[in-house]
């Protein structure tokens, strides 16, 4: 198997794709490896595998955990959706800048987003499913979630009236995270 990570203008953001073997009856790719990602510099161990499947129009995000602190490495596996992860690291040059993607499952590559980002996404097909392992079990008392269209961050969104969940509705401006005390974890 090989691996290429692609380096984004935000630190530790990062597009992983592996090697796609395909011949007449499809395709193979292992999606990871820990033998493979250690040296490139990316986690080789995950605790936990989300599998979340949503309508078009659907935002989900942006969110983050920060007890335990948790990396995702995201793929769309069926459809197509526009990824997005924010920088919310304290001190890091780029705070409160975000990078988006839009990928489909015909590109099949991974958005590695290491603990310090809010993630979050859109689905731009009929339906789309997006898959994640996460380097931190899920927390509900120490996640939390930046307001998907706050202005400080100019998210464009490709999404006219959104399907958004309550949560996400009455979700923190990164302004409002940023007074918390609970955003010292994320530190560069």
């Known amino acids: ?51 979340s499947g949503s309508v078009k129009n659907t935002v989900r995000g942006l969110h983050f955990q920060w007890d335990p602190p948790m990396g995702k490495l995201m793929r769309v596996a069926r459809g197509t959706a526009f990824l997005v992860a924010v920088d919310i690291r304290k001190g890091s040059p780029t705070l409160g800048k975000h990078k988006a993607f839009t990928f489909s499952e015909r590109d099949r590559k991974l958005v590695w987003a290491p603990a310090g980002f809010a993630r979050g996404f859109a689905v731009l097909s009929d339906f789309a499913e997006i898959e994640y392992l996460t380097t931190g079990a899920y927390n509900s008392k120490g996640e939390s979630g930046i307001l998907w269209d706050d202005p400080a961050l100019g998210i464009a969104w490709p999404v006219n009236e959104p399907i958004l969940s309550g949560k996400d509705q009455k979700a923190q401006t990164l302004a409002q995270w940023l007074d918390r005390s609970e955003s010292s974890f994320f530190k560069v």
């Open 1 to 51: 198997m090989k691996v290429t990570v692609e380096k984004t203008e935000i630190a530790d953001l990062v597009v992983v794709s592996p090697e796609v073997f395909e011949d007449a009856r499809g395709f193979f790719m292992e999606v990871y490896k820990d033998s493979e990602y250690a040296p490139l510099g990316l986690p080789s161990q995950f605790v936990q595998f989300n599998h």
